[in-house]
């Protein structure tokens, strides 16, 4: 079956850290994949897109990297701030699918000042 | 704001009432999307417009729900004879363009809670 993986636990990191998100998928053959945030009692707002034939994607402190035989995506924030705290979402679009992408349940970062 | 928004952004109803939400999207985006997530959960796909067209539904999706956009301007989502189990964050979203790869840029959301 199609699965969509991220970690259930939240990533808890001090400040001035760079965090680490994981994102892996199974049964999918994504043609890009679509980092969100999502505050509490809040929609995701978009981040970062990254397409299969792209590596790596950087947008100021934020970096997404995709390994499609790895079957995963990382996404990083360095140099991080109580305000990046919130849960992060991933989302494949399919390859020849429709426009509609399938999110991942997304994995809760905490910034420790 | 010319984001998307969504009216209201909470509802409290008792078990069989029927519910309608709705959604103004971003106004030169073709497209408009619902969703439903639950607490821990991500957004799982609902029904999807292009302009005034409903060209994909959920298939989970139960013959109780049923969204319109009348003049692919704004959308309605209507539940009808809510139960507990509907009882949810439903999230509206809209994008533009003409091939694949457009972020989505989701409303606040409408909290349903099912008594």
């Known amino acids: ?113 | 704001d010319t984001g998307v928004s969504q009216d209201p952004r909470h509802k409290i109803t008792k078990r069989g009432q029927n519910v309608t939400f709705r959604c103004d999207p971003i106004s030169e985006h073709n497209r408009l999307y619902w969703y439903r997530q639950t607490l821990g959960q991500g957004p799982e796909f609902l029904t999807y417009f292009q302009n005034e067209a409903q060209l994909e539904k959920s298939r989970l999706l139960s013959d109780r729900f049923s969204a319109e956009r009348p003049k692919g301007s704004f959308s309605t989502l209507e539940i009808q004879r809510t139960e507990q189990g509907d009882s949810a964050m439903y999230l509206c979203a809209s994008s533009f363009g003409q091939a694949l790869g457009y972020e989505q840029y989701f409303g606040p959301g409408t909290r349903l809670t099912v008594t």
Not at chain 1, 25 to 40: H, I, K
Not at chain 1, 57 to 66: A, G, N, Q
């Open chain 1, 1 to 113: 079956s199609q699965k969509i993986e991220q970690n259930s636990e939240a990533l808890n990191i001090q400040e001035g850290k760079t965090a680490t998100l994981t994102c892996n998928y199974t049964n999918y053959s994504p043609a890009y994949l679509q980092w969100y945030r999502q505050d509490p009692g809040r929609g995701p707002v978009f981040l970062l897109l990254i397409r299969e034939n792209e590596k790596e994607k950087r947008k100021e402190r934020l970096k997404v990297t995709f390994d499609t035989t790895l079957k995963q995506s990382l996404f990083h924030i360095t140099a991080s701030q109580p305000a990046d705290s919130a849960t992060y979402l991933c989302a494949l679009n399919i390859r020849g699918g429709s426009y509609i992408p399938t999110f991942g349940r997304g994995t809760s970062l905490i910034v420790h000042p």
